[in-house]
Each structure stands twice: as structure tokens, then as C-alpha cells.
């Protein structure tokens, strides 16, 4: 069993749930390169930081088409500094594997995927989100049933990968997934399913 590499990004506004009303915990898949700072606890949360101007002294902004694709989708503003920190501070951001890949095409191996549960329900356990958003359909068929869960609704609008409600944790948070922010993804209509999602449950 291995503990977490890296602390998530936890908003400043997450435990009140920000702009959403509702403490949302976006998980991504991996972190990826052979850099020193992977050695970092804080390196997600540096990441988040240099995406919205609090990662460097003169608040340099370093974008990114992930990190782009991702704000449109739950955002409905253009993205100045002040929108990007607003969703940001409202948020919580965790990647599932806690080992770093060497380059971003590269697939998580199986050992990974299984030492990375043991963190990943600590970090629930942690941050007691009411909804877990999972980032990528490849990630999404690796844990969907590696924890204990109901299925609240069949939905088609993600090639039938469902709404669920985890019953391991007290707090039953909701979790689904979209399509990885990669290449062919639609900002508009994933960002349309999230809002019905929160509507709905």
C-alpha cells in the first residue's frame, strides 16, 4: 500500500463550495515527467497555482489546453484571472495515480492503479466531497467498481458509464465521469451533463 505522493489542491472556497454551493473534488488521472520537483508534496497544488497567477512572485499565468478546456466546462465566463481563481478557490483537485509518468501518452500500469486506491479514499475521507468528477473515460473504467457504490442513474450521454453514489463513506459523495479535456471534447457539452448532474442529484 503506498500513501500519497502529492497533497491535493484544496480552493479556498471548497469547504463552503465556492460557486457551486457544493464541495465538488475534480480527480484526474497522473502527473507526468522526470523532473526533481515530482519529489514535491505541494506539486499539485503548484500546478493549480501557476494556472491562475499564484505560482510565481510576479503572478505569471502558465495556461494550458487541459486546464482551458477544463475551466469552460464548468465555468460559464471567459477565463480573465479573476474568473480562473474564482472556479480554482472553489474546488478541489486530486490526481488518482501517485506515481509519475513519463510522458503524457503514457498509460497508467495495473500496480499503479493499485496502489493509488489506499490514498485516494483517504483524500475522500479528507476533503468529503459531495461530488467527485472524473476526468477520462480510460480512468473511469479502471475504479468505478473498486469502491463500494449504488448506481443512481443509467446514462447514455457518457457511453453508458453511469452516476454513482459511493456507500463506502459516511458521506456518500456522488461520483461520474466526463471525457478526458483532451482532443475531440466539447466544453459545451459536458459542461451541460455537470449542470444537469448537480441539478438533478
Known sequence: MKTKTWDPWIGSNYKN????????????ESHYGN???FNRRDYTQQVVKEKIGEGTD????????????????LHSRDNKLEN?????????FYNYIQEPLIASRRKPE?????????????VVLELRPDYIIVLGYRMWNEIWDKFEHNVLKLTKENN??????????DNRP???????????????????FIRNTLREF
Open 110 to 122: 495495473k500496480w499503479m492503479w493499485q496502489n493509488s486506491k489506499e490514498s485516494f479514499k483517504n
Open 174 to 192: 456522488i461520483m461520474f465521469c466526463i471525457k478526458h479535456p483532451s482532443s475531440g471534447y466539447s466544453s459545451d457539452k459536458f459542461g451541460m
Open 17 to 28: 463550495g465556492g460557486i457551486f454551493n457544493k464541495r465538488i473534488l475534480i480527480l484526474g
Open 160 to 169: 453508458w458509464r453511469n452516476i454513482h453514489q459511493l456507500t463506502f463513506f
Open 84 to 92: 480562473l481563481k474564482e472556479l480554482w478557490h472553489s474546488v478541489a
Open 58 to 73: 510576479d503572478g505569471e499565468v502558465f495556461s494550458s489546453s487541459f486546464f482551458t478546456k477544463l475551466f469552460y466546462t
Open 35 to 37: 523532473s526533481n520537483i
